[in-house]
């Protein structure tokens, strides 16, 4: 690692591979309490630090990550809800927000885009290979391989014969 992305990761406050890492490591049974305190404050701090907010609760046992996404521009912004569920690859931009709407949560597929600033509420599937586009607000389910587009949602899916129908 050389001496200039040293000083960019101490700057920002947000080092990726150090933050997924801890987040994992709180909700493995056999680290210590110490030590789980220790990486739940670094996490809080790195969030407080960047205005995020990543659904991190130790209550429920559980992490509502299946593997750390990609953040193209850091935590700046992020809010997810503890109960929300994202699968593995998914990349999601700066100002999103995935939260909670009447006590259900958003789950979202594998392989997922979500832009900046997209909005996504309630108890809504997202499928998988799916693209949010920015600034998009969902509020109803969308399926495998679609592209959602606009701030009133227009769901488009690719078909087999390369025809593009809107929903």
Request: net charge positive; charged share 20%; with cysteine.
């Amino acid at each position: 690692m050389n001496f200039r992305k040293i000083l960019q990761n101490y700057t920002r406050c947000y080092n990726h591979k150090k933050y997924w890492k801890r987040r994992f490591a709180i909700y493995n049974p056999n680290i210590s309490r110490i030590k789980k305190a220790f990486y739940l404050y670094y996490i809080k701090r790195t969030e407080g630090k960047q205005g995020a907010y990543l659904g991190t609760k130790t209550e429920n046992g559980k992490c509502n990550f299946k593997d750390s996404p990609i953040l193209p521009h850091g935590l700046i912004g992020i809010v997810i809800s503890a109960q929300s569920i994202i699968g593995s690859n998914c990349q999601i931009g700066h100002q999103v927000t995935i939260g909670r709407s009447k006590g259900q949560s958003p789950t979202i597929g594998d392989n997922c885009f979500i832009g900046p600033g997209a909005k996504i509420f309630g108890g809504v599937h997202i499928g998988n290979n799916v693209r949010i586009g920015a600034n998009c607000i969902v509020c109803t389910d969308i399926p495998d391989n679609a592209t959602v587009v606009l701030d009133k949602p227009r769901i488009i899916i690719k078909e087999e014969n390369y025809k593009y129908s809107i929903l």
